[in-house]
């Protein structure tokens, strides 16, 4: 996961209030998200083992085929 336009302390702080155990970058100054044309949060990409980046629509069926087929590769 990444974190859009946040410091590392609301970051750390909205990571614990949730509960989540990933890991989460941090990209303080929006400049991943702009390399990558995300536009509205949350937003998901899947990056295959070659690095080519993959849009999905975000729901999770689409996102479980489009992960299912790049495995299947």
């Known amino acids: 996961a990444?974190?859009?336009?946040e410091d590392r302390e609301e970051a750390v702080?909205?990571?614990a209030d949730h509960g989540y155990t990933i890991t989460?970058?941090?990209?303080a100054d929006g400049?991943?998200?702009d390399a990558?044309?995300?536009?509205?949060?949350?937003?998901t990409l899947i990056v295959d083992?070659?690095?080519k980046?993959?849009?999905t629509p975000g729901w999770p069926d689409e996102i479980e085929d489009t992960v299912g087929q790049?495995?299947?590769?």
């Open 2 to 5: 990444i974190n859009v336009g």
């Open 13 to 15: 702080e909205f990571v």
């Open 24 to 27: 989460v970058l941090l990209d």
């Open 31 to 33: 400049r991943v998200s």
């Open 36 to 43: 990558y044309g995300v536009q509205a949060i949350p937003h």
């Open 49 to 51: 083992r070659e690095g």
């Open 53 to 55: 980046v993959h849009y």
């Open 70 to 73: 790049l495995l299947m590769e």
